[in-house]
């Protein structure tokens, strides 16, 4: 067992006395049950409670006014009993009788007195017993049933005599504590009935007054391993007789703690030559002295403390034959006096060659030399902090010394007042990968060079350094390798420069830029910067970088550091994220924006964090919780906390959230007293748990009825307009289709060899001359027109003509003029029958040719005709110039001889 293991054994009780202790404000009124736990402490109670569960095997009595435990034979199962705190005045002799599982027994501070082997006589599983703080007064041979006791604290107790047996007895134990009793002597027999005992190795005599030790007192239990001596009144003749006594037994840890040694002379620990001790401590003590060759008799020393002691000098020799050691202590054991200030010689330390570890925190010196960490060639950790005289400024000399020390990997300079970084300050540590510089008052422009050497470093903290560091593009420029920086209320200056500061640091994971009161940066601080893991930023002045009105609009900073887990970006004025901000950011864990102005949030502006775990979004003003904005964050949160906000406690702004907090199983932390409700007046000041669904879901039916009467008018005035705009499209398309099903047997008889004319022309009386002179001058052998006034038959009625010849002609040609569009015989009949010929013959045969500009709107009111109607190569328009003729005759020729079999 180690030291610290065993300084905090008996503490570990004391602790959990403590904390009883400090719950007693906290009275309940009942007991808590979880998980076979019964917790009844802390309820003034007279007896044992009747009424729990059966099946408890812990069972929680602490801090009330119990005489008795006689109750507890209902709970057969009960293997962990705490009963301290109470007014017991012994222990039932049939206590373990009814309790057969039993293995832990507290029952410290109460009054138990008399105690004898009848009162532990059924306890054979008991494995721990504390009856300290007690009056006891042993009876015969009380313990010698407990086979199976590895534990036993009767520490407290006003005895007088280390002796608890005559006979051997306690076979199993391992620790005995006896500290704080009345025993001034350590007699020859007074650990024989631990003669047997092969497991036992730790002895607590802490708090004790002793005076003597006799000879052969530890050869009952030479196993022992672990002795506390902790604030005992130790004086250097005793000290020096127990050395020798334990001489014989198998000790490797020691505490000395607190027992007012004061000169380590060079005879003090020769009675420990034998032994193997691993571990000494003798902190707290009032040490000024070490006389050279002290520690020669402790040649397997690994761990030694000297933590606040007031030694006054360390010379070359102080820790001569501590060539094993690994960790040395000298946090505050080095104390600046009104006369000067102690003194370390140059190679103090060399005889410690194994040493990994050296913490001098708080220590006082006079002057750091290059030498005094000489010889120190397995160093690890070196720990300066808070020293009290300081360094001003770091020097490529300072640390010389450890350039002997290839495996430095932490340099520890916190609060040691270091004002400047000279170039190479750090050169001689090339293996250094940790190096702390926190809470310092360094007052430069970093160049870069102050950190050059530094080949393997992975972290660099300057954070709290007054603000008094600005940066350039090279100040991280010899330190690629870094992981961790830390430059949190440290900088002044700007960071809206090209290239960033931070664009060397390839590698870095890990980015403080907090509390800096940073107001101006550009989109580029962090590119490159792809490893990056944890961002924080709190406490700036960011607001205006995210407005959408910012010039050139927000700058997205965050672009480059999508692989981001953690972000903090609490208390920045932030009140508008852009909704790209967080793009790409599926690996983020962890977004804080606590402190901010936030309130309205764009629908998608969290779409991406697919991955995210805790959520800070406290003190803002958010009114409203939307699925659309929070659905994806809150999906997969396992932490969130949104209270302090302003909720509008409405149906559209609170209703899924407030489902939500009812429903999930996502902790919320302040829910629901911290969830409050801002508007309206009917739920001002009350928590969003009390909102009302239901006030909501009444609206459900009308929200469905003003959907589909929506939903009806919408598509009534499409159908309205489509009618009416294009309505004779759909007529037109819709005949077609009809005749082209059902008139398909008539198709098959009209053939190309029935046809007499090319073409049918309608014209109105007026354009005769146009017709004579433009069309039928295109006949020849190819064409041939049947012209009303010149191919009619005399002696048939004028309809028969038009119909029978119409039937007869391959095209139907009108000539579209206003005076056409007159023309009654035209409206009347011409046009109707030629639409009807058009649709009952499923033939594309008609051609307009327009001499002059008539809409569409008036070709269809008088003859029911559209452009839209006809093939585009069938609407033809009479040019004004006449070196275009040609073409027109051309395009005419074309329509005429395209297919009337409608596609």
């Not at 832990?104 to 082997?117: A, D, G, K, R």
């Not at 107001?519 to 924080?536: C, H």
């Not at 569409?856 to 006449?882: A, E, F, I």
């Amino acid at each position: 067992m180690d030291l610290m293991k065993l300084i905090l054994l008996p503490l570990f009780y004391a602790c959990f006395s403590a904390h009883c202790a400090g719950t007693t404000n906290a009275r309940k009124s009942a007991c808590m049950i979880k998980n076979a736990k019964a917790d009844c402490s802390h309820m003034n109670l007279d007896a044992i409670p009747t009424d729990l569960p059966t099946n408890i095997t812990t069972l929680d009595v602490s801090h009330n006014r119990l005489k008795t435990l006689s109750s507890l034979h209902m709970y057969t199962n009960l293997v962990n009993i705490d009963a301290s705190y109470n007014s017991l005045a012994g222990i039932e002799k049939d206590l373990c009788l009814s309790l057969p599982h039993l293995q832990f027994l507290n029952v410290q501070h109460n009054q138990v007195y008399l105690i004898s082997e009848k009162n532990l006589k059924n306890c054979f599983h008991l494995t721990q017993l504390d009856l300290s703080d007690n009056k006891l007064k042993l009876q015969g041979e009380p313990f010698s049933l407990l086979k199976n006791l590895t534990w036993l604290d009767v520490s407290r107790n006003k005895l007088t005599s280390a002796k608890l047996g005559t006979e051997p007895q306690l076979p199993n134990l391992v620790t005995l504590v006896l500290s704080g009793n009345n025993i001034n002597i350590l007699q020859e027999n007074d650990f024989s009935f631990l003669s047997n005992s092969s497991s036992f190795r730790v002895l607590i005599l802490s708090s004790l007054i002793l005076k003597k030790v006799e000879n052969g007192c530890f050869k009952a239990i030479d196993t022992l391993s672990d002795l506390v001596l902790d604030s005992s009144k130790l004086t250097s003749q005793f000290t020096t007789s127990l050395f020798e006594e334990l001489a014989d037994t198998a000790l490797r840890n020691l505490s000395l703690k607190s027992t007012e040694q004061v000169t380590l002379s060079n005879t003090t620990f020769q009675g420990l030559e034998k032994t193997k001790i691993t571990v000494l401590d003798l902190s707290e003590n009032r040490i000024s002295k070490i006389v050279d060759g002290a520690f020669q008799w402790l040649p397997q020393l690994e761990f030694l403390s000297l933590e606040h002691n007031t030694i006054r000098h360390l010379t070359n020799d102080s820790f001569s034959g501590l060539g094993n050691l690994r960790q040395l202590n000298l946090r505050k054991a080095l104390i600046k006096s009104h006369a000067s200030l102690p003194v370390i010689d140059d190679f103090s330390f060399q005889h410690l060659v194994q040493l990994e570890y050296l913490c001098m925190a708080n220590t006082a010196f006079r002057e750091l030399t290059e030498q005094i960490f000489s010889g120190l060639r397995n160093l690890k950790t070196l720990d300066l902090s808070w020293s009290i005289t300081g360094i001003k400024t770091v020097t490529n000399k300072t640390f010389a010394g450890l350039q002997e020390s290839p495996l430095l990997q932490t340099l520890n300079l916190t609060g040691m007042g270091i004002n400047k970084l000279e170039p190479g300050a750090f050169s001689s540590l090339g293996n250094l990968s940790n190096l702390l510089m926190s809470r310092n008052f360094i007052n430069q422009q970093l160049q870069g060079n102050e950190f050059k050497g530094l080949s393997n470093i992975k972290e660099i903290d300057m954070s709290i350094n007054q603000q008094s560091i600005s940066l350039t593009n090279a100040s991280f420029v010899h330190v690629s390798t870094l992981r961790t920086l830390k430059l949190g209320r440290a900088l002044k200056g700007t960071l809206d420069m090209e290239p960033s500061p931070f664009r060397p640091l390839v590698n870095l994971t890990i980015l403080d830029l907090s509390n800096n009161n940073i107001a101006n940066i550009n989109a580029d601080l962090l590119e490159g910067l792809y490893n990056l893991k944890v961002v924080k930023m709190q406490h700036n002045n960011l607001a205006r970088l995210w407005k959408m009105a910012n010039p050139g609009g927000p700058v997205l900073f965050l672009k480059d550091a999508t692989n981001l887990s953690y972000l903090n970006l609490d208390y920045n004025g932030i009140d508008e994220i852009p909704p790209n901000a967080f793009r790409g950011f599926s690996e983020l864990h962890e977004l804080s924006l606590r402190g901010n102005l936030l309130d309205q949030l764009h629908a998608s502006v969290f779409d991406d964090l697919n991955s995210l775990k805790y959520l800070h979004l406290q003190k803002n003003l958010i009114t409203s919780v939307q699925r659309a904005t929070f659905g994806v964050p809150l999906s997969k949160l396992k932490e969130l906390n949104m209270d302090h906000n302003p909720f509008d406690c409405t149906c559209e702004s609170i209703l899924w959230f407030s489902e939500w907090l009812n429903s999930t199983n996502t902790s919320v932390p302040g829910f629901p007293q911290s969830y409050i409700c801002n508007t309206p007046n009917a739920y001002f000041n009350h928590s969003v748990m009390n909102f009302d669904p239901l006030s909501c879901k009444d609206m459900t039916p009308f929200k469905a009825l003003y959907i589909l009467s929506s939903t009806a008018v919408l598509m009534l005035l499409f159908i309205s307009f489509l009618v009416h705009f294009q309505g004779w499209r759909i007529q037109f398309y819709w005949n077609i289709m009809v005749n082209r099903m059902l008139g398909s047997l008539k198709d098959a008889k009209v053939t190309e060899g029935r046809f007499q004319f090319d073409a049918y022309i309608i014209h109105a009386g007026e354009d005769k001359s146009w017709v004579e002179r433009s069309l039928l001058s295109l006949e020849d052998k190819d064409l041939n027109f049947f012209y009303e006034q010149r191919d009619s038959t005399p002696g048939h009625s004028r309809l028969e003509t038009i119909v029978d010849n119409m039937v007869y002609s391959r095209k139907i040609i009108f000539v579209i003029t206003e005076m056409l569009l007159k023309d009654p015989w035209c409206r009347q009949f011409k046009a109707h029958h030629a639409l009807h010929h058009v649709m009952e013959d499923n033939r594309d045969s008609l051609i307009l040719i327009f001499l002059e500009d008539v809409t569409d709107y008036n070709l269809n009111r008088s003859l029911h005709l559209r452009r839209g109607m006809l093939k585009p190569k069938c609407v033809l328009y009479w040019p004004l110039h006449k070196e275009r003729i040609p073409a027109f005759h051309q395009k005419l020729r074309s329509a005429l001889a395209s297919t009337n079999k409608v596609n």
